[in-house]
C-alpha cells in the first residue's frame, strides 16, 4: 500500500479511486484478489500506515455489500479475515492516533464475513483453499465468544488438523511440491502457533505440539529448497515476493517456538546431500555449487493446479549467485504465455518431440503426467556427487521414449548425461542462464549448444530477458552436457 487508496501488486500499481473499481472485470482476477486481502494490515511498518488501514477497512465495508463481488469469494474472504483480526489485536501504541482493536461496524462485518464463509468452503477445490478456509475459521472462532464462534472454531480445528496431515509430506513438504505455496502455508502454522498463544486454554496441548513439530519439518524442507541468495527454487508455480523467504520465516520460528528453531545447520564445506524422498527434490551441494533437482511427482493426482511440465529439471547456483534457472511464472492468467511458462521447454530438462512431459493446459488443469521411478543418490569414492532418475512422461508419444538423467557434481563442475530409451524423432536438452550470467560462468563451448533469447519471471507481473542453451541429440540416444567454473572468484 503506497497511499491511502493505492497498491502494487504482482509489479503493478493501480489507484482505488471509485466502488466500483473493486471488482473492476478489466483488472486481472489476482490482481483484484490481491486487493481484497488487506495483506499491508500484517507487513512491515504497518502501524505507520494505521490510519490509512483503518480507513480502508470502513470503505471496503461501505463499498462490499454482503454476498456481492470478489470480495465474498471464499479463498479471499478467508485471508481477509485473518488479516483483520491480526490488525484487531496488534499493539501499535499512538500510531497515527488509531485507537486499538476494531471498529463496532468492523468487527460486526468480521462476524457477517465468518457466517458467509462457514457456508461455503472451498471442498470442491481442496488444497491451500480449503486450508486458508479451515484457518479463517479458527481465528474468527478464538476472536469472538458464544456457542456460534465456537463452533467455527471446532470446524476450522477438525478441517486443519485433517489437512496438515494430508497436506504436509513426512519429509516436512507441502504435498502440491511448490516452494512458493509452501512457504505460505509455513507462515499459516506459525501464525496458529502464535493465536493458541494468544488465547491460552483453547487449543489442545498435544495440537500446538502438532503445530510445532510441523513448523519445525516444514521449516527444515524450505532450507533445502532455498538458494544461497535466500530465495526459493523455482519448481512448479514458485516466484518470490509473494510469500516470506526462509530467513523470515526462520526469525518468525524463533519467537513463537523458540531461540532452538532458529538454529542453523553444521555447513563443514564438505560435498553434502540433502534428500526430500516423499517430495522428490534433492540438493547438492559441492565447493561453490548447490544444485538443487526435481525427481519427483509433479503434486497429488487429484490436485496438479500449480503444477508445471519440469520433472527431471535443476537449478544451480555458484559463489552464492544463480546461474542455471527455471523460467519461474509471471501470470494465473489462462493464456498462451502461462502455458509456456508451465511447460517442459521453459525448464532445465529434456523436450522430446516438442512435446511436454506432462500434459499442462488452461490454466491450473494437467492431463497425461510424467512419473518418475529408478531414482537414486550417492557420493563416490572420490567425493563425487551424483544423482539419477528416470520419467515415463513421453511414453504417451509414438515414440515411446523414457527419458533417463544422471547429475555428477564436484566442486569445478556439473556433468549431465541424458539418455533416451524409444524412437524419438527429435530431441533437445535445454539450460536457462539466469539474466545476468554469462557463458564464461559455466564454461560454456558455444560451437556446443546453440545459444537462443529467452525470460526469466522471477515475480508475478515480472519478465527479464536471457538466454538458453539447447544440446540437440542429433539422432542419438545419449548426450552428455559438461559444465565447468572457476573455484573462487
Sequence with gaps: MSGP???????????????VDWDRADWPR???????????????????????????????????PPGRGTGWEPYPASLRIVNWIKWGLADRGAAAGVPP???PAAVHSLAVQARWLRQRLEVHLLGNHLWANAKALVFAGAFFDGPQARAWFDKGLEL????????????????????MYHAILLEDVLDLIQLADRYPDLVPADVIDHWRDTALRMLAWLRVMTHPDGGIAFFN???????????????????????????????????????????????MQSGPAVLIADVGPIGPDYLPGHAHADTLSFELSLHGRRVIVNSGISTYEADGERLRQRGTAAHNTVVVD??????????FRVARRARPFDVHWGRDSDGILWLRAAHDGYRRL?????????????????????????????????FHLHPSASLG?????????????????????????????????????????????????
Design 398 to 430: 509414438p515414440g515411446r521414449v523414457i527419458h533417463f538423467r544422471e547429475w555428477r557434481l564436484t566442486p569445478a563442475g556439473l556433468s549431465i548425461v541424458d539418455r533416451l530409451q524409444g524412437r524419438p524423432r527429435r530431441a533437445e536438452a535445454r
Design 101 to 103: 482493536g476494531l471498529s
Design 5 to 19: 487508496a493505492t497498491f502494487r501488486f504482482l509489479s503493478v500499481e493501480r489507484e482505488l479511486t471509485a466502488s
Design 354 to 363: 516438442g512435446a511436454d512431459s506432462s500434459e499442462v493446459w488452461s490454466s
Design 237 to 283: 508455480d514458485a516466484a518470490l515476493g509473494i510469500a516470506p523467504d526462509h530467513a523470515a520465516l526462520l526469525a518468525y520460528a524463533g519467537v513463537v517456538i523458540g531461540p532452538s528453531a532458529a538454529a542453523a545447520p553444521d555447513d563443514d564445506g564438505d560435498p553434502r546431500l540433502d534428500v526430500l524422498p516423499e517430495s522428490g527434490y534433492v540438493r
Design 30 to 64: 489476482l490482481w483484484r484478489y490481491n486487493l481484497h486481502y488487506f495483506d499491508d494490515l500484517a507487513a512491515d511498518g504497518a502501524a505507520e500506515r494505521a490510519s490509512w488501514h483503518s480507513a480502508l477497512i470502513e470503505r471496503w465495508i461501505a463499498d462490499n
Design 441 to 489: 560462468d559455466i564454461g560454456v563451448d558455444v560451437s556446443t549448444f546453440l545459444v537462443n533469447p529467452s525470460t526469466w519471471h522471477p515475480r508475478f507481473g515480472s519478465t527479464s530477458s536471457n538466454r538458453v542453451l539447447v544440446a540437440d541429440f542429433a539422432g542419438r540416444d545419449r548426450l552428455e552436457s559438461r559444465f565447468s567454473w572457476q573455484l573462487s572468484g
Design 160 to 179: 486443519l488438523q485433517r489437512e496438515l496431515r494430508e497436506q504436509i509430506l513426512p519429509d516436512g513438504g507441502h504435498f502440491e511440491r511448490s516452494p
